[in-house]
């Protein structure tokens, strides 16, 4: 990096290629790149591909193809996660050398089968902001020798966060700064709302969560701006930040651009895609109108 740019903010957008760039992603990217203008700061691009079976190379392009478009520029070379992923793995090897990650070997039917069990007897399952049950403490409370007979079998597993043990261990309460509802607030961090989260798959090797944590750090990001759907999610990144000692990152969470039925657009729903505005012969000022820049 050359000299001029020490010290600069350092903004990113940072899509995954699973699907078509829609409004609500354009949203993020204008802002990201308005943010970084108006600070003098760089903004980067990086691909978020370590979901190698949604991903692919023709969605990737797009998404260069649709950000040029819109008249965005970024340095390159730009991060592409799936080529990182080792970089992922010795952030988890000093979790797994702290302790505070465990081998999950439950199976999606087996957590759906405990919840199901529990509340046939009337009480409700904890649920994680996004709706989906805690992980049981199954696997949690198992024995060492236990586990290593399992991973001995070959069972597969993938690997979990202790939330608990990792809270008590990072021994400070966690907070975030925040800009997203236009004050500048400091925001209380409760990871634990989220239970266990899974940091890395037997099908993938690293969990968005944590390549998140690893590269914003590694790329010297100092302010994140992305969509409220993820707002809930920055206190598992501020633990996973303080566990690795990697800097804290000031926060702007965007409100989300809804599809007519109230809901948050997803990547299927072809009205709001980039490329079929585009080919309706919208222009990127009408892009720009459109998410209410
Ligand atoms: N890759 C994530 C997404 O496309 C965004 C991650 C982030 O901005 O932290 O939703």
């Known amino acids: ?170 021994g400070k309460p966690l907070s975030w700064q925040e800009t997203g509802s236009g004050l500048s607030e400091r925001i209380t961090a409760e990871p634990a709302i989220w239970g266990d989260v899974v940091l890395s798959r037997s099908d993938a090797p690293s969990s968005y969560h944590l390549s998140v944590v690893v590269d914003d750090a590694l790329q010297g990001i100092t302010h994140v701006v992305r969509g409220q759907d993820l707002y809930a999610a920055t206190a598992i990144h501020r633990l996973l930040q303080e566990l690795l000692g990697l800097p804290e990152p000031a926060y702007h969470h965007h409100g989300l651009i809804l599809g007519h039925d109230g809901r948050k657009l997803s990547k299927s729903e072809g009205s709001t895609g980039i490329s079929a505005l585009r080919n309706e012969g919208l222009r990127p000022d009408d892009i720009r109108r459109l998410v209410g820049l």
């Open 1 to 170: 990096m050359p000299n001029s740019q020490l010290g600069k903010p350092v903004y990113r957008f940072a899509p995954s290629p699973n699907g078509f760039l829609h409004l609500g992603h354009a949203l993020s990217a204008f802002l990201n790149h308005d943010m970084a203008g108006a600070a003098r700061g760089r903004l980067l691009l990086r691909i978020e591909d370590i979901d190698l079976s949604r991903c692919t190379p023709e969605f990737e392009q797009m998404i260069y193809h649709d950000l040029r478009w819109l008249g965005l520029d970024w340095e390159t070379p730009v991060r592409r996660q799936s080529e990182h992923f080792d970089a992922y793995r010795d952030a988890l090897d000093r979790l797994r050398e702290m302790g505070l990650v465990y081998p999950a070997f439950l199976t999606r039917g087996e957590v759906k089968a405990q919840v199901a069990d529990h509340e046939a007897s009337g009480t409700a399952w904890p649920r994680d902001p996004d709706g989906s049950p805690l992980y049981p403490d199954t696997d949690r409370e198992r024995r060492e020798t236990e586990r290593a007979t399992l991973i001995a079998r070959g069972v597969k597993h993938a690997w979990r966060l202790d939330v608990g043990k990792a809270m008590a261990s990072s």
